[in-house]
């Protein structure tokens, strides 16, 4: 079964940077896009980053040149590289992929990203 499972998240300082992982099972992992949302609380969660089979990438425009993603098609995962945290960073961020042949959008269970003083 198609399984998602984010870590890496924490109390971080602005200015401070993490690096989120993605660990995914249960699907040919290199044939698929994967993406990193994340969802501050009242906000609707909004699309962060993401990088295709191929590794061609693409980020929101709030995060850009601050944010990296990359996948490791070997291991299975995929990992959110973030520097230059700001306050407005902080959300849940959860990793997220659509199973074609499934037509079912999968999410991981979300890792909490706090970047405060």
């Known amino acids: 079964q198609v399984q998602l499972v984010e870590s890496g998240g924490g109390l971080v300082q602005p200015w401070g940077s993490l690096r989120l992982s993605c660990a995914a099972s249960?699907?040919?992992?290199?044939?698929?896009?994967i993406h990193w949302y994340r969802q501050a609380p009242g906000n609707q969660r909004e699309l962060v980053a993401t990088?295709?089979?191929?590794?061609?990438?693409n980020y929101a425009d709030s995060v850009k040149g601050r944010v990296t993603i990359s996948r490791d098609n070997a291991k299975n995962a995929v990992y959110l590289q973030m520097n230059s945290l700001k306050p407005e960073d902080t959300a849940v961020y959860y990793c997220?992929?659509?199973?074609?042949?499934?037509?079912?959008?999968?999410w991981g269970q979300g890792t909490q990203v706090t970047v405060s003083s």
């Open positions: 997220n992929v659509y199973i074609t042949y499934l037509h079912r959008n999968y």
């Open positions: 249960g699907f040919i992992f290199s044939l698929y896009d």
């Open positions: 990088i295709t089979g191929g590794g061609y990438t």
